[in-house]
Structures are given as C-alpha cells and as structure tokens.
C-alpha cells in the first residue's frame, strides 16, 4: 500500500502559467515533507521541504503547501518556465531527523515554450 | 568533482554474473543509501549505512550485497540476479548527526539490465 501518492502522472502548463504538482499521504506519523526534481539521465536534487509545524514555504518560484488535516501537499511553480520540465518526487519522513524517505512515483511536468 | 559520483552508468549482465555498483561521494557527508527505481514504481531504500555501519536494510534479497568500506564509498556487489532486478540503481548521501538526517544527494544512478 503506497504512503505517498502522486495520483497525477504527468502535467503539461504553458511556460509562464503557474505549475501545481499534488501529493497525499496516509501515514499520519509524517512529519516533514520534501520535494526532488529529476532530469532524464540525471539523480533526484533536492528542491524545496517543509515541516509539519508549517502550512506554507516559498523559495523563489517554488512554495509548497502542506494541509495537515487533509494529509494533502501541493508544489506551486510561478511562473513555470522551460527549464522546469522534469519528474518531480515528493517524499515524507517520520520526523526530519528521519533518513528513511518515503517517494511517491513522481509526476513528469512539461512547460509548453 | 560532483557531489556523488556512480560507476558505471549503464550495466548489462547475465543472470550467472557478478558484477558490482560503485559509489563514491566528495561532500564529507557520514551516511550512505542504495535506492532503487523501477520503472513506474516510487523509489524504494534499499539499504542505509552510518559511519560504514549498515543501519538499515529493508527486506533485499541476498543477492544484492553492500559493502561501505569508508563512509566516502559504497558498493553494491550483484550475483544471480533475475531479469525483473533490472532497474536504475540510486545511491545517495546525507550528513546525519544523532539521528538527524539533512536532506539527501543523489548521484545519476547506474541502470541496470538483467537478461
């Protein structure tokens, strides 16, 4: 049974729109949330975290929103751009000292020039 | 330098082969991880080293055998593999201090095909 999902295989924005990427998990023992990026040919790099005891960080065109009741995160892309395109990982950890990563199966975006 | 280099990239082997993954990581970190991606499926962990203690190791089979002989350098020795083995094989590093992970770099993985 996957812990996290990423229900939505692959999206497609038109470059300077916004990108959202979703993600849920079940295990409530969750805590601290992360996001990977992966290029063809390439290792995931890590992209943006958040922990639990915040609903919302921004890092330049990236914000991540977690809904804790939900058990819902979103990655918020604006403006998306080319170079943006790639399968994007969204991982969870019991506790951020936690090395065991739980992924889900990632979600390929594709930002329409 | 990158950060965590794989070798080799691409791998083909038979069945009766040994082969082994090298990984090697040049950002002074102490903990060491086998991930792998098979196609259509969530990264899985496969085994987690510590300081070269292997701290984690999550129900692989016998046929993939690690060895961490430094905290910079991870292997990962194949023998009799079976063809649905076949998969991108993901090592990664991470400072963990305490039990306090830092987030984990990966190098570009080695695929691996088993015929």
């Known amino acids: 049974d996957q812990q996290v999902k990423q229900n939505s295989p692959s999206l497609s924005v038109q470059e300077g729109r916004i990108s959202i990427l979703n993600c849920d998990y079940t295990?409530?023992?969750?805590?601290?949330f992360l996001w990977y990026k992966k290029y063809p040919a390439e290792g995931p790099t890590f992209l943006i975290s958040?922990?639990?005891?915040?609903d919302k960080n921004e890092d330049g065109r990236f914000t991540v929103f977690l809904n804790k009741s939900a058990k819902h995160l979103s990655l918020h892309i604006v403006p998306s751009q080319p170079g943006d395109s790639a399968v994007y990982f969204c991982?969870?950890?019991?506790?951020?000292?936690?090395?065991?990563?739980?992924f889900g199966k990632g979600t390929k975006l594709s930002v329409i020039p | 330098e990158t950060g965590v280099t794989q070798t080799p990239r691409h791998l083909v082997m038979g069945m009766t082969n040994k082969k082994s993954l090298k990984c090697e990581q040049h950002?002074?970190?102490?903990?060491m991880y086998w991930y792998k991606q098979s196609a259509k499926k969530p990264l899985e962990l496969m085994f987690v080293?510590?300081?070269?203690?292997?701290?984690e190791n999550n129900s692989v089979p016998s046929r993939f055998s690690p060895e961490c002989p430094n905290s910079s350098h991870l292997f990962l020795h194949l023998h009799t593999l079976q063809p649905e083995d076949s998969a991108l094989y993901l090592c990664?590093?991470?400072?963990?201090?305490?039990?306090?992970?830092?987030?984990?770099?990966f190098g570009e993985g080695s695929r691996l095909t088993v015929l």
């Open positions: 990664a590093s991470s400072h963990l201090s305490g039990g306090v992970a830092g987030e984990l770099f």
């Open positions: 295990n409530s023992m969750f805590d601290y």
């Open positions: 958040i922990s639990s005891i915040k």
């Open positions: 991982a969870a950890s019991a506790g951020a000292g936690s090395y065991q990563l739980t």
């Open positions: 950002l002074g970190h102490n903990a």
């Open positions: 080293y510590n300081f070269k203690e292997q701290t």
